[in-house]
């Protein structure tokens, strides 16, 4: 069974500063991966999305994720946060295969932007 | 287009009532789902529909009933709340149930079971 695993419950950075919030995924081929944001009161936004080709994906917002292999990764970046980032992210992975597949999320990860 | 809505955004429920909690979309989806969202937890899929008339359990299905009369609307039925049931309701839909379509999210109902 697919699953996926967000390492940090919440993270901390300055504006300004950069960001990389981790996702490592387990399933038995190539699956879709997402990446997902949830402003406070909102419902889940996608920011981007992989699903073959270019292991290097840009999103919305100034975010890009790569997708790497070999560590079954598919880590979310941005060169300098905004406050207006502050928000809880989730990685999502849906299987490759055919027929309903359920989409499998992460358990997030709070993102705090300080001044 | 309005997306994804849900009705209502808070509630209270005692143990023991029962309530429907809103989902339409304007997208013109086949796919739709209920998930419920607990701290720490992720989204639990609780019920999805691939198509008017069809629906199936997910992976929490249990406290909890759903129809789909038609394809705009998704509603999901508590009988006899239980605090267990308290949570973060999230209604979202798709165009297709293939691993690689965005399911589209709509605000969240916010229940409380006391």
């Known amino acids: 069974a697919q699953s996926v695993t967000q390492p940090d419950i919440h993270i901390t950075v300055s504006e300004g500063a950069s960001l990389e919030l981790r996702c490592n995924y387990s399933y038995g081929a190539t699956p879709y991966l997402f990446w997902y944001v949830q402003s406070p009161g909102q419902g889940l936004q996608l920011l981007l999305k992989y699903f073959s080709g270019d292991t290097l994906v840009q999103g919305i917002k100034g975010f890009e994720a790569e997708f790497k292999r070999s560590q079954s990764s598919f880590n979310l970046r941005k060169p300098s946060v905004h406050w207006s980032d502050a928000a809880e992210y989730f990685c999502a992975v849906g299987p490759f295969s055919g027929g309903y597949q359920k989409v499998t999320f992460g358990t997030g990860t709070k993102l705090q932007v300080i001044p | 287009n309005a997306g994804v809505t849900q009705t209502p955004k808070f509630r209270i429920l005692k143990i023991g009532q029962s309530m429907t909690l809103q989902c339409a979309q304007d997208?013109?989806?086949?796919?739709m789902y209920w998930y419920r969202q607990d701290p720490g937890m992720g989204l639990k899929l609780i019920y999805y529909s691939v198509g008017a008339g069809i629906t199936d359990k997910g992976e929490v299905p249990n406290g909890y009933n759903v129809s789909r009369s038609t394809t705009e609307d998704f509603p999901l039925r508590l009988e006899l709340a239980a605090p267990s049931q308290t949570s973060v309701y999230f209604c979202?839909?798709?165009?297709?149930?293939?691993?690689?379509?965005?399911?589209?999210f709509g605000p969240g109902t916010r229940l409380t079971v006391t």
């Open positions: 997208m013109n989806h086949n796919y």
């Open positions: 979202a839909s798709s165009v297709s149930d293939r691993g690689q379509y965005e399911q589209y």
